[in-house]
């Protein structure tokens, strides 16, 4: 059942965002998650969760605890791509490309055409394959031929 208090909160927040105040956003998400508690809804909207942990990776930078809220959010509604391009853009400002494209990927399943998560995999761009391709992409070598390949490009 939708809390109004909580829900007006949240479109609050969605309104802050959407015009670039993450701190403005991350405070009316935090209210709408405790104004939930107060009105006793046991497990919160996946919405606000992902949306409270998006802005907790871009204000302070708590990218482990914002990927727990973004997850957290996905395994309540895994049908919702927006939850994915959530978490996606989480694991792209913690440093980790590979689960951002896999959070992105399991979107594009749920919707195809998402033109937020389709931005995000463009501006990632596409993979090289490994400059030794008979050796794992994280092998040493690897990892140290492609840095010479890129400088040399």
């Known amino acids: 059942m939708l809390c109004k208090p909580a829900e007006s909160c949240y479109l609050k927040g969605m ?23 107060k009105y006793d809804q046991h497990i919160p909207q996946a919405r606000y969760l992902s949306h409270y942990g998006l802005c907790i990776a ?6 482990k ?6 997850k957290k959010a996905v395994e309540l509604e895994f ?3 927006d939850l ?11 440093g980790m490309r590979q689960e951002a494209r896999n959070a992105f990927m399991e ?6 055409n998402h033109r937020e998560i389709l ?25 140290i031929a492609g ?3 890129s400088t040399m490009r």
């Open 15 to 37: 309104r802050e965002l959407k015009i670039g105040n993450h701190m403005d956003a991350l405070v009316h998400f935090e209210a709408a998650l405790e104004l939930e508690k």
């Open 58 to 63: 871009v204000v302070s930078k708590k990218t």
């Open 65 to 70: 605890e914002a990927v727990d809220y973004c």
């Open 79 to 81: 049908y919702n791509p």
């Open 84 to 94: 994915f391009h959530n978490l996606g853009y989480v694991y792209l400002l913690a």
């Open 107 to 112: 979107g594009l399943k749920m919707q195809n």
């Open 119 to 143: 931005t995000e995999l463009k501006r990632m761009g596409k993979r090289r394959k490994p400059i030794l391709p008979f050796l794992p992409r994280s092998h040493i070598l690897n990892k």
């Open 147 to 149: 840095k010479i390949a």
